[in-house]
């Protein structure tokens, strides 16, 4: 139905921006709300990020503190999650989430998943 390929990770070093996309597959994406969740080594999965099906509405996890900015394109199918002023605890695998319901994305419950891409932030 929805299918999310993330991309972008890599390394950076402190204080560098980075780019993540979330890519989409299915014709039901314009319809679904996406997040970003990240899991460090040894850590539990905590929420980024989510933005509405249009765009026009965006949440953020308080550690982001506006470094974080979350978009999308419907017409290319794609979110983004931009990361600016990146810190070493910024380093985990960033997952894109989608759920017809931006609730489930909020809580992590939701239908849809990427497979990952890594963030490594080096001090």
């Known amino acids: 139905q929805v299918q999310l390929v993330e991309s972008g990770g890599g390394l950076v070093q402190t204080g560098g921006s980075l780019r993540l996309s979330c890519a989409a597959s299915?014709?039901?994406?314009?319809?679904?709300?996406v997040g970003w969740f990240r899991q460090a080594p040894g850590k539990e999965r905590e929420f980024v990020a989510v933005i509405d099906r249009r765009g026009g509405t965006t949440y953020y996890s308080d550690f982001v503190k506006g470094r974080f900015t979350i978009s999308r394109d419907n017409a290319k199918n794609t979110v983004y999650l931009h990361m600016n002023s990146l810190k070493p605890e910024d380093t985990a695998v960033y997952y894109c989430?989608?759920?017809?319901?931006?609730?489930?994305?909020?809580?992590?419950?939701?239908?849809?998943w990427g497979q990952g891409t890594q963030v490594t932030v080096s001090s």
């Open positions: 299915g014709r039901t994406f314009s319809s679904v709300a």
């Open positions: 989430a989608a759920d017809l319901r931006p609730n489930a994305v909020v809580t992590g419950t939701n239908d849809y």
